[in-house]
């Protein structure tokens, strides 16, 4: 099973279930539409994984914990005073589930994503078609991070934590020399959203077709691209 539960504006919280153990938790906005899932469908938790520490990802933990205070939480060293178990690198051993963390940093410095049974939950540091800001990391951490991205499986199905697929595609468009799977996408993104479903999950596989910062030869052209979207 994997959920995306929109929170916020654009935000989403996945859950990711395997067989009929307890759901996953990856970041958590807001309470109520993820305790109104739960207790919906009947779901226990194992664990939630933080990615950083912006409160639109983690602003949602401590009510979380007054719902379910047996449950552990993971993050960075960044979400400490969230009263994460701290995980920088490595790898979670729950009771159902083999979770290993990527160091992901350029977002913010400390930004971690996680990988299960093929599932990369990747925060703002990978999104379809783009990438997260540079905040409090710096381009060198997020061009290193886009290349560990780019060594995982091309089946590796992509779980970013913001809708932000069109806006992305639009500005692949205007810096990638072959457009045409950028332009595809965007044919079946905007039907997707127009149906009112998530453009997300992705794969890698796509990502390298359509994602300027997966392609990106060196890090003098990320930081060219990623400064321009900035401002696109």
Known sequence: MLVSILALNDNYIWLYRRENFPVIVIDIPEIKPLVQYLESHKLDVEAVLLTHNHDDHVQGVAEFKQYYPNVPVFGPTECANKGANIVDSGVIDTAHYHIEVLPSGGHTAGHISYLVDGHLFCGDALFSAGCGRVFTGNFAQM??????????????????????????????????????????????????????????????GLEKQINPFLQAKNLDEFTQWRLAKDKF
């Open 143 to 204: 061009f290193e991070s886009m290349q560990r991205f780019n060594q995982l499986p091309n089946e590796t199905v992509v779980c970013p934590a913001h809708e932000y697929t069109l806006g992305n595609l639009a500005f692949a468009e205007t810096v990638l020399a072959d457009k045409n799977a950028v332009k595809n996408q965007r044919v079946l993104v905007e039907r997707y959203r127009a149906e009112g479903k998530p453009s997300l999950p992705t794969t890698i």
